[in-house]
């Protein structure tokens, strides 16, 4: 299985500032054959399901904010909030679809 | 719009079974892939299955084989899954979650969830 492993677990940022978000797979999500990442970023808020924010590791989902964008490749991935606004605190998960067993990172609570 | 919703919360016993329904409208149902995934009180997101709605064939995490059983009903546009031999370990909050249209194992509209707790 590939294990997700991100970084901070927990983060406190103040309104406005940058929140900079690392994930990291045991091996590569990149596939060669069409050169795509297949990672994926999740924001959950509180008593709600998980929303998808980003994928092929840099694709903003229809409706997010330009704020929220993706980076990385291979192993080494990064979501970043460029003006953290209240309404952006939240559990923050990534995620590989590149292979079975599908694969969530621990998390990381970002807080203001 | 794309809707999943799942039914309601569920208090079962130890070694008993729960079933979780999840009802898609606002797309074609035999067109997208549905996945289930868990989440443990205060834990992270577990996938445990995807099953593909036009035939029904079904892939399972290898921890949940043999105790986990996904199915659809075409006519209702419904989504289940049954998870048996119930321990504490499996108080969890159950979402159903589609996969998106670029990838069947990305997950692009999520249910509510549904809370199972696992109690004598």
């Known amino acids: 299985d590939i294990v997700m492993t991100q970084s901070p677990d927990s983060l406190a940022v103040s309104l406005g500032e940058r929140a900079t978000i690392n994930c990291k797979s045991s091996?590569?999500?990149?596939?060669?054959?069409?050169?795509?990442?297949?990672l994926a970023w999740y924001q959950q808020k509180p008593g709600q399901p998980p929303k998808l924010l980003i994928y092929?590791?840099?694709t903003r989902e229809s409706g997010v904010p330009d704020r929220f964008s993706g980076s990385g490749s291979g192993t080494d991935f990064t979501l970043t909030i460029s003006s953290l606004q209240a309404e952006d605190v939240a559990v923050y998960y990534c995620h590989q679809y590149y292979s079975t067993p599908s694969t969530f990172g621990q998390g990381t609570k970002l807080e203001i | 719009q794309v809707q999943l919703v799942q039914s309601g919360a569920e208090v079962k016993k130890p070694g008993a079974s729960v079933k979780v329904s999840c009802k898609a409208s606002g797309y074609i149902f035999n067109s997208y892939y549905l996945h289930w995934v868990r989440q443990a009180p205060g834990q992270g997101l577990e996938w445990m299955g995807i099953i593909n709605p036009s035939g029904g064939s079904t892939t399972y995490a290898q921890k949940l084989q043999g105790r986990l059983t996904m199915t659809r009903d075409t006519s209702a546009s419904t989504f289940y899954m049954e998870l048996s031999r119930l321990s504490s370990e499996d108080t969890a909050v159950y979402y159903c979650?589609?996969?998106?249209?670029?990838?069947?194992?990305?997950?692009?509209?999520w249910g509510q969830g549904t809370t199972v707790t696992v109690s004598s």
């Open positions: 979650a589609r996969a998106s249209y670029w990838n069947n194992y990305l997950m692009d509209v």
């Open positions: 091996q590569s999500v990149l596939y060669s054959s069409n050169n795509m990442n297949y």
């Open positions: 092929w590791a840099s």
